[in-house]
């Protein structure tokens, strides 16, 4: 199985990028090719998967795009014209995006580039980043939201909608941020209690958030209880944004969440 995997990989790949597609070259062949968000281990030696080991589904590759893709993919988002220029200070009057069905060519190259990074840079251990049936389905994601968000703003814990299906992928740029996760029952659990009026010093609800640094270029992949059984969010409040025991310095931060649309029968 993992041999045809492999021999389906290397067609699909090689119809999207070219026969240069499983070579790894050191820098872009022409200047022309600097603009493109290229296939990030075509350029650079290959990173690895990281497992968050407390959650079953959730993987995290630190250098999915280079500085240089980064600024290609900003640029690519830019000139959509979604988000309006305004100082970092005030508000903006439109921090969201989203595409259904056909998306821009940039977000077709960053699903290639994701299927691609699975393919190749595997963990070697036989646990996938994607099942078989996520990682072959065709297209790979065909609905887009991209969000800008300013110092402070972040996103509340929630799940994503079940008009999608499994395997969801998060690309994060400029600023870097803590992504926090909690598993679904345990926050029930947590709020049962308070409602039982048994929150007390000998018995607290504990709800355990696990942690995970998103720094620029990054890459999560949800997929079975990562993506059903645990909800995550982004607190950027002052004071909660912290790493190592320090406060990270909140700057602009645009997040590309790549999603499957569930079949309508």
């Not at 492999?6 to 699909?12: H, K, L, T, V």
């Not at 991209?146 to 690309?171: K, S, T, W």
């Given at each position: 199985m ?16 070219g026969?240069?597609?499983s ?5 872009p ?36 795009l280079?500085?240089q ?44 580039s ?5 393919c190749?840079?595997g ?12 990682l072959?389905?065709e ?17 509340c814990?929630?799940?994503d ?5 499994d395997g969801?992928?998060i690309v994060?740029?400029?600023s870097?941020?803590v ?5 679904l ?15 007390n010093e000998?018995r607290?609800p ?11 270029g ?22 909660f944004?912290l ?11 645009i ?11």
């Amino acid at each position: 199985m993992e041999v045809q995997n492999q021999e389906e990989c290397n067609r699909i790949l090689k119809e999207v990028f070219g026969d240069s597609s499983s070579e790894l070259v050191s820098e872009p062949e022409s200047e022309e090719d600097d603009d493109d968000i290229k296939t990030p281990n075509s350029i650079n030696p290959p990173s690895e998967w990281i497992k968050i080991k407390e959650i079953k589904g959730l993987w995290l590759f630190k250098d999915f795009l280079p500085l240089q893709q980064q600024a290609s993919l900003l640029s690519a988002i830019k000139n959509e014209g979604w988000f309006s220029e305004e100082k970092e200070e005030e508000p903006s009057s439109q921090n969201q995006a989203m595409r259904f069905g056909d998306l821009p060519s940039w977000a077709i190259q960053l699903s290639n580039s994701i299927r691609e990074t699975i393919c190749f840079n595997g963990d070697g251990d036989g646990d996938d980043v994607l099942p078989a049936n996520l990682l072959w389905r065709e297209p790979l994601f065909d609905q887009l939201i991209a969000n800008a968000y300013q110092p402070g703003e972040g996103i509340c814990a929630h799940i994503d909608l079940m008009r999608f299906e499994d395997g969801i992928a998060i690309v994060s740029l400029e600023s870097e941020c803590v992504m926090h996760f909690t598993r679904l029952e345990t926050e029930m659990y947590a709020s049962d209690c308070i409602e039982k009026g048994e929150e007390n010093e000998d018995r607290q609800p504990f709800v355990t958030k696990i942690p995970v640094l998103l720094t620029p270029g990054s890459l999560i992949v949800m997929s079975g209880e990562a993506r059903y059984q645990w909800k995550h969010e982004i607190n950027r409040k002052p004071g909660f944004q912290l790493w190592g025991g320090q406060e990270i310095r909140q700057q602009k931060r645009i997040s590309v969440t790549l999603r499957k649309l569930c079949e309508t029968k």
